[in-house]
């Protein structure tokens, strides 16, 4: 079976992006699920039950996110009765919302999707490892094929929750930089990594803000109201092919292309 990750989708250019290419995605690259990090789908800066909705609607199966996850104050009761959206699973107990999901695809295999959230050089939230291990004896028994979604700064805390994993999760794909890297590989136990999945959102932005307003704060040291880029976006993320009856993966591959949108 074939796994679709997309990395974090940046405001309207980014949901654009996804509305365009995931329908024909599942037709030509016979995927399976679809996952993507929604966290900056709403004006760039969290997501809103409509953003989420066009991105279910599109063609994702599981909505995945970060340290945004609250910016729009309306998700919180989305958050409550949705067993699609999920913030990360080492927030704060009570936290509203879930950490992880099991859905069934498109050719009726059941999926976990596990997300966690990094600590390094981010707020002070529970132990994502440890969370992880709580997370998978909670599903034993219920999928055999997990993706978990990484959602940290620091590269070395997610390539320590790769090898972590490694044998008992089938992807842990990185996301949080909007900055797609090119380490995918499998895992000697059978484990696609990929430290980063990137970005759907402006490709000629950094990091889908509007350059310039970036530029000037840099240069400046000055407050700056950050925009969403216009103009082509980029599509990236990761296409992973599972043995659904182990969970192992076979391979994993990156996804990159642009969208006129």
């Known amino acids: 079976m074939r796994l679709l990750y997309l990395g974090d989708v940046v405001g309207r250019p980014g949901r654009r992006a996804v509305v365009e290419s995931v329908p024909h995605l599942l037709a030509t690259a016979e995927v399976d699920l679809v996952v993507a990090n929604c966290e900056n789908s709403a004006g760039g800066v ?3 039950p409509r953003a989420a909705g ?11 996110s970060g340290n945004h996850i609250w910016a729009k104050r309306d998700i919180i009761d989305y958050l409550r009765d949705s ?3 999920l913030r990360p699973l080492n927030f704060v107990p009570g936290s509203p919302g879930r950490g992880f999901t099991v859905k069934h ?14 600590r390094v050089f981010m707020n ?24 978990v979604d990484m959602h940290a700064e620091a590269t070395s ?19 949080h930089t909007h900055v ?24 000629d932005s950094v990091i889908g803000v509007k350059r310039e307003l970036v530029l000037e704060r840099f240069l400046t040291q000055m ?32 996804v990159q292309e642009t969208i006129e949108v």
């Open 46 to 48: 969290g997501v809103d």
């Open 54 to 64: 066009e991105l279910l609607k599109a063609g994702v199966d599981v909505l995945t």
């Open 83 to 85: 067993d699609v959206l």
């Open 105 to 118: 695809s498109r050719s009726g295999v059941a999926v976990a999707v596990i997300n966690l959230i990094g």
């Open 124 to 147: 002070n939230y529970d132990d994502p490892f440890r969370a992880a291990d709580a997370a998978l004896a909670s599903l034993a028994g219920r999928a055999s094929v997990v993706l």
């Open 157 to 175: 805390e997610k390539v320590a929750m790769g090898w972590y994993l490694d044998g008992r999760v089938s992807a842990v794909i990185g996301s």
């Open 180 to 203: 797609q890297t090119a380490d995918e590989r499998i895992l000697p136990e059978g484990t696609a990594y990929l430290t980063d999945a990137g970005m759907c959102g402006p490709r």
């Open 223 to 254: 407050p700056a109201r950050f925009e969403v880029a216009s103009g082509p976006a980029l599509l990236q993320g990761a296409l992973i092919d599972v043995d659904e009856a182990t969970g192992r993966a076979r391979s994993i591959t990156r």
